[in-house]
Nanobody, 123 residues
Framework: QGQLVESGGGEVQAGGSLRLSCLAS??????MGWFRQAPGREREFVAA????????YYGNSAKGRFTIARDNAKRTLYLQMNSLKPEDTAVYYC??????????????????WGRGTQVTVSS
């Protein structure tokens, strides 16, 4: 099935930036995405990108502040997060879709998940 390993999380003050990375040891990828989950809340779509074309998709919370990118050769997914807010505090998960299809913003589309990396934004 493969493995996804996130890195780059940490604590930052409001207005700061972080860059998350996700190394994918997955043979076939159609789409990769970032989701996040705060305590007591459902998992939320942040951003996704088609692996071949590089077409990005963003959730409302990410638009204008976050940028998703991928490096096919390094099999690495990135999420550049700028202008961070305390409400961005969550565990951020990397996910890969190996051809399941479905709504690109839905967690159900993705069949391989990383363990997550904590992002904490202090006010």
């Amino acid at each position: 099935q493969g493995q996804l390993v996130e890195s780059g999380g940490g604590e930052v003050q409001a207005g700061g930036s972080l860059r998350l990375s996700c190394l994918a040891s997955v043979e076939t990828i159609y789409t990769m995405g970032w989701f996040r989950q705060a305590p007591g809340r459902e998992r939320e779509f942040v951003a996704a990108i088609t692996w071949i074309e590089g077409s990005p998709y963003y959730g409302n919370s990410a638009k204008g502040r976050f940028t998703i990118a991928r490096d096919n050769a390094k099999r690495t997914l990135y999420l550049q997060m700028n202008s961070l807010k305390p409400e961005d505090t969550a565990v951020y998960y990397c996910a890969a879709d190996r051809g399941s299809g479905g709504d690109i913003t839905s967690a159900a589309r993705y069949d391989t998940w990383g363990r997550g990396t904590q992002v904490t934004v202090s006010s």
